[in-house]
């Protein structure tokens, strides 16, 4: 029995060991091929330009296997022939659905469809490098794949690098110019309504919990940069990892906001919450609700990461000032 | 009847029913081989894994389907035999690896992973498992250790109490940490949870295999050890078998062989408390002949609990973990109400 | 002599008990996310004043919100003691038997299909969850052979947690309402309101009066079945009615508060501990320090990391694990 044990464990404790040095190895080999993959790009843009970019015709067959990429490309005017769909809305974000009509739902993005995929014999694939840059050899399978990073920089970083492999990166610079303009004008608009100095912050409300919306994206950037917004005191306080801060409905009046805006998270309960809030006191007697300064956003819009997205948020804050 | 003819009909019993349920297994992989996105005639897997499919069709069979079947089958056996080992050794026809807290454990372990680890270097294919084991493995050694008496060893009616007492602080903490997620990543993380069958690559099936291979021959091995066990310490130890120790073992078995299948699987529940019961009712209890029925119960459950989830709730795939706790708990809770009459 | 003793020694409890409660209330009161100096505090509790910004945080978030975790703690306690006499089981605990999880599957549920649903309803669907996880648990038990001990009641409700959360994770799935109803399990009393309160206090109130009443023969239940029947209590009668009793406490908390476990647990066994087996006395006290329980968890989940919240039911549950374990350690008797 003892014997048995023993032998047992030793090779239970191997298997597992080589289960780990194989991680490792993986690991390693997987670092250093995007290293050498990075110095040869670098070394080609030095050198021989970018004939070595994966560049393809924009009416290729694609398969977006990330929503962000999707809407990104629909900025281009490029419709993929099938796309992963939004985690929580288990469809097409809705602000962009009625654009992609007819087009194949791969799944979500943590747990893509590869039968899908397959199916559709896509042409060309792009993929999130955070969510599915592991699994890129999967993918390279059934059609070339590009991975792009869709963590660092902005969005119209994002936006230039899908721009380059379908060659409109003109496009996306228009898209870009034109998007600037529009939100200083709606800038404009609303310091036109709110004041010069008016202060605002962004809270959102979710089943079981009032979040105030920091610096950080989705929301710190369109409203704190692109127009130009001051923020409330105390929403520069929110740490600059996080994305937004839960809380106490106590400490609202602290933040002293002259304009507050508000998303209100999909679902009856949420809404329900955002009702029974409207009705306590505390928030009646806000210096912005008082002066009829609060305004609920189309939340898909605004939360959507992406350019389509903050162009559609433009139109949704223009619309919510033009009376 | 005397006792040779008595134990004859007992093997012919737990013969018959393991053909049966051979059959039935097979009926069900060959269903679930032909379920999928992708319409393939019955023919076509058939001749695909012949050898003679096409490029696409190669594919689908070889790189999607066949690894996630062979998953839910090294699972589902390992959940079947785990379960009657757990009930075996603690004398307790409701002990389950869920309800002793590995799910539970696993979750956190996944939950950690999502939310601190989730940048770190390696493929996630095999960190999610390597940290959801962990997470199964501390957990029960946590509940042993609370569970363990100087004088007695592990006590079987504690082992239980105390792992019910430590899941449910587990998942209090599980259920802190997925609010705080966002939106995607709490989708994946709730059907992991859910069981969703979450392994679906042959690193998987890799992983998953020498647990299965290894452990499940021996605790076979060994199964008069743990038709001791059914008669009381007492009188187990009368007839010279050493209690506490071999307790500790097959515990330790039992917990290795559940948290290699939940970390491929998901938190799937039942199956361990379900599979040995019926086996029982259909083998007898006997582990010589009850044990691998256990197995291949867990084995058509889980297969046809995945198939089920996938091919009728389209768009929306029901994780396999549900459908097991809705057709298995209800079920099982009648096998109850039966026993007593 | 002795009798005396006793009898001061409960008066003495009580009287601390009380005591203890009203600290804790006004500590809980007095600070939270906003810094209020305790002056304001309580003019906005007696004197209040509706045009002050700094007296509706109190009036309207602060001081309701600690009553609803008085109360929602007082019938999560009564309701453990109760199912712990009337079953003759320290395990007993709507937590872990699963009597909350089955009115928070329920209140989850309605909440996805019949939106705008009023809270009185709500309320009503909460007992009727809370009534069909202990009607399961029950028939499970008396479909046992040799009745209910103390492991298979604890894994009977376990077994019926566990299908009940995987159900509800089942149809958030496919009906895609997501993480609504992990916030739902979690539990909270952030958004008590007075309007639930006006609902909550009676129902609590009344049906722990009516616990009280029934204390004797709880007691007698409580010390052996065959001495209360000699005793002239009507076993079966006293049992569905203290269940009744439990599953509506247990119901109305859950409604406005989700699935807050182990108060029920650890309260009637602390209480035991002080004053001994007559449930007369148990029940109101174990009312108390529930109350006092759940008001500090609250307290707690908010003070942590200010103005930052946790989940009430983590705070609860790191008091309940480590005394269910010790609990689980002693149970010696049936091991």
Redesign the interface.
């Known amino acids: 029995?003892k014997k048995?044990?023993i032998a047992?464990m030793t090779?239970?404790i191997i298997?597992v060991l080589s289960?780990?040095g194989?991680?490792?190895n993986?690991?390693k080999t997987?670092?250093s091929n995007t290293g050498a993959s990075n110095t040869s790009n670098t070394g080609k843009e030095s050198g021989d330009g970018k004939s070595d970019l994966l560049v393809h015709s924009p009416d290729a067959k694609i398969a977006s296997m990330s929503i962000h990429i999707t809407n990104n490309l629909l900025a281009l005017g490029i419709t993929p022939v099938g796309s992963v769909i939004?985690?929580?809305v288990?469809d097409f974000l809705p602000h962009v659905a009625d654009r992609l009509n007819g087009v194949a739902?791969l799944g979500?993005?943590?747990?893509p469809?590869?039968?899908?995929v397959?199916?559709l014999k896509p042409d060309i694939i792009y993929i999130d490098d955070v969510?599915s840059g592991?699994d890129k050899s999967?993918f390279e399978?059934?059609a070339p794949t590009i991975s792009i990073d869709m963590d660092s920089g902005t969005w119209r970083d994002h936006l230039k690098r899908i721009a380059e492999h379908v060659g409109r990166e003109q496009q996306a610079d228009q898209f870009i110019e034109h998007y600037e303009e529009k939100a200083a004008q709606v800038s404009k608009l609303i310091h036109n309504e709110l004041g010069q100095d008016a202060k605002v912050m962004a809270i959102r409300m979710t089943a079981?919990?009032l979040r105030v919306m920091g610096t950080r994206r989705p929301l710190g950037p369109i409203m704190f940069e692109d127009l130009k917004l001051n923020m409330a005191d105390g929403v520069e306080k929110i740490a600059a990892d996080q994305?937004y801060e839960v809380i106490s409905k106590e400490v609202l009046p602290d933040y002293n906001a002259d304009a507050i805006f508000v998303i209100i998270s999909k679902g009856n309960e949420a809404k329900r919450n955002f009702d029974e809030m409207e009705k306590n006191p505390v928030w009646q007697n806000l210096k912005a609700v008082k002066n009829k300064h609060v305004y609920v956003l189309d939340g898909q819009k605004w939360l959507d990461y992406s350019s389509i997205g903050h162009d559609m948020a433009l139109d949704d804050a223009e619309k919510l000032f033009t009376k | 009847m005397n006792i040779e003819q008595l134990s004859r009909s007992r093997v012919r019993r737990a013969l018959i029913a393991s053909a049966a349920l051979l059959v039935i297994a097979i009926a069900v992989i060959a269903i679930s081989l032909n379920t999928?996105?992708?319409r393939l005639t019955p023919l076509a897997v058939l001749r695909t894994l012949l050898g003679g499919g096409s490029s696409?069709e190669n594919?689908?069979m070889f790189?999607?389907r066949l690894p996630r079947i062979i998953v839910t089958m090294l699972a589902g056996i390992g959940l079947g035999i785990s379960g009657a080992i757990l009930q075996g050794v603690s004398r307790?026809a409701?002990?389950d690896p869920?309800?002793l807290g590995i799910n539970a454990g696993a979750a956190l372990g996944l939950m950690l992973f999502v939310s601190f680890f989730r940048s770190m270097?390696?493929?996630?294919?095999?960190?999610i498992p390597?940290f959801t084991f962990m997470g199964g493995a501390v957990t029960a050694v946590i509940i042993f250790l609370?569970?363990y008496d100087r004088h007695r060893g592990i006590?079987p009616?504690?082992l239980?109490?105390?792992g019910?007492?430590?899941?449910?602080?587990i998942s209090?903490?599980t259920?802190?940490l997925?609010?705080r997620l966002?939106?995607?990543?709490?989708?994946?993380a709730?059907?992991w949870?859910?069981g969703?069958v979450w392994g679906r690559e042959w690193e998987h099936v890799w992983?998953l295999l020498?647990?299965i291979v290894?452990?499940v021959p021996?605790v076979y091995s060994?199964s008069r050890t743990l038709d001791l066990f059914a008669m009381g310490d007492d009188a187990a130890a009368s007839v010279g078998s050493p209690v506490s120790r071999d307790r500790i073992?097959f515990l330790s078995i039992a917990v290795?062989i559940s948290c290699a299948s939940v970390a491929m699987v998901g938190g799937i529940?039942?199956i361990g408390?379900a599979a040995p019961h019926i086996a029982r009712r259909l083998a007898g209890p006997q582990h010589r002949f009850f044990l691998p029925v256990a197995g291949m119960v867990g084995l058509v459950i889980l297969v046809l609990a995945d198939t089920i989830g996938r091919s009728v709730?389209q768009?929306?795939a029901?994780?396999a973990?549900?459908?097991?706790?809705?057709i298995g708990?209800?079920y099982?809770?009648y096998l109850?109400?039966k026993?007593?009459t | 002599m002795m009798k005396r003793n006793r009898a001061f020694a409960v008066c003495l409890w009580f009287i601390a008990a009380i005591a203890a409660l009203l600290a804790t209330i006004f500590l809980a009161t007095s600070y939270g996310a906003k810094e209020l100096t305790l002056e304001t505090v309580w003019e906005a509790v007696f004197r209040y004043d509706a045009a002050l910004s700094s007296h509706q945080i109190v009036h309207d978030l602060r001081f309701p919100r600690v009553l609803g975790a008085a109360f929602t703690g007082m019938a999560f306690a009564v309701a453990g003691a109760i199912m712990q006499g009337v079953t003759r089981n320290p395990?007993a605990d709507t937590?872990?038997l699963g009597v909350n999880a089955g009115s928070a599957f329920v209140v989850a549920l309605s909440f996805a299909f019949l939106p705008g649903i009023s809270y009185s309803s709500l309320m009503v669907m909460s007992f009727i969850g809370a009534a069909l996880a202990t009607l399961?648990i029950v028939?499970?038990g008396s479909?046992?052979?040799g009745g209910l001990t103390?492991?298979?009641l604890?894994?009977?409700g376990?077994?019926v947690a566990?299908?009940l959360h995987?159900?509800s994770?089942?149809v958030?799935?496919?009906f895609?309402l997501?993480?609504d109803l992990?916030?739902w399990?979690?539990g909270g009393v952030s958004g008590v309101t007075w309007e639930h309160l006006r609902m909550l206090v009676p129902v609590i109130l009344i049906t722990i009066a009516w616990s009280v009443t029934m204390g004797r023969s709880i007691t007698f239940l409580s010390l052996g079945e065959e001495s209360a029947v000699n005793l002239g209590v009507k076993t079966r009668r006293i049992r569905l009615l203290g269940m009744t009793a439990a599953v509506i406490l247990s119901g109305a908390s859950v409604s406005v508060a989700g699935a807050i476990?182990?108060v029920g647990l650890v309260v009637p066994h602390i209480v035991r501990r002080l004053i001994g087996v007559d449930y007369r006395l148990i029940t109101p006290l174990s009312a108390i320090f529930g109350a006092i329980l759940l008001v500090w968890a609250d307290f707690a989940s908010r003070m942590v990391n200010p103005p930052r919240e946790?989940?009430i039911?983590?705070m609860v549950?790191?008091v309940?694990?480590p005394f269910?374990?010790y609990?689980?350690?002693k149970?010696r008797r049936?091991?």
């Open positions: 029995m048995w044990m047992l090779i239970m298997s289960a780990c194989q991680v490792a993986t690991s997987g670092a939004g985690g929580d288990k739902k979500v993005v943590a747990d469809d590869m039968e899908a397959l199916g969510y592991n999967k399978k059934i079981k919990e994305p | 999928g996105s992708l696409d594919l689908v790189e999607y307790n409701l002990a869920g309800i270097e390696g493929p996630a294919a095999l960190l390597l609370f569970a006590i009616a504690r239980i109490l105390v019910i007492a430590v899941a449910a602080g209090s903490l259920l802190l997925s609010l966002d939106p995607n990543i709490y989708a994946f709730a059907r949870l859910a969703s992983a020498p647990w290894l452990l021996f060994r073992i290795a529940g039942f408390l709730f768009p929306n029901i994780p973990g549900v459908v097991v706790a809705a708990g209800p099982f809770l109850l109400f026993t007593k | 395990m937590g872990i399961f028939m499970l479909a046992t052979p103390s492991l298979k604890t894994v009977a376990a077994i566990a299908i995987s159900m994770t089942g958030a799935i496919y895609e997501s993480q992990a916030f399990y979690a476990g182990f946790f989940a039911g983590a549950a790191m309940g694990v269910f374990l609990l689980a350690r149970e049936e091991l």
